[in-house]
């Protein structure tokens, strides 16, 4: 069900970002979000979660960035911040709503970071603000709506979940 969560979400990606375009008031990270929405499944297995979100990652680079292991890393770290979250936090539909913002806001901030650095585009500050608000709108709504479908798919196929 984990694989089947984030092939799902990356199929989306492609699939929203096709009709929606790139000075919309939407933008999708929706294999980031699914990130969120698998975490609890994995039962205790860190290491595996880790090796997922990073070979996730590796795949989005290849497919979507064309880069090699950019997003491999930052995946992640973005995984790190999920466990570190849900050790501080209840795993709950609000709880994930909350970690869903978290990580969009640094994922925004990291790749301004490394654009800036990198010096591959200058943007001002307010484009990044313009993309987080942009980002939290429809991902917020995609992990709402995949949080309540995980959730009943557990359950009819009785799949446990760590709290």
Known sequence: MVWFAIVISFI?????????????????????????????????????????????GICYDLIY??????????????AFIITRLNILLSNNFVNVIIMAFVCIIT??????????ITDNVSFHVSILFKSIYRSLILNLAYVSLGCIILERLAKKFKIRKIN
């Open 12 to 56: 989306l990606d492609s699939i929203v970002s096709n009709f929606i375009s790139l000075n919309s008031l939407f933008t999708p990270l929706f294999t980031l979000m699914s990130l969120i929405l698998v975490y609890p499944y994995f039962k205790g297995m860190i290491e595996k979660y880790y090796i997922t979100s990073f070979v996730t």
């Open 65 to 78: 960035t064309d880069t090699i292991i950019i997003h491999g890393f930052l995946f992640l770290f973005i």
């Open 107 to 116: 994922y925004r901030f990291i790749t301004y970071g490394l654009l800036l």
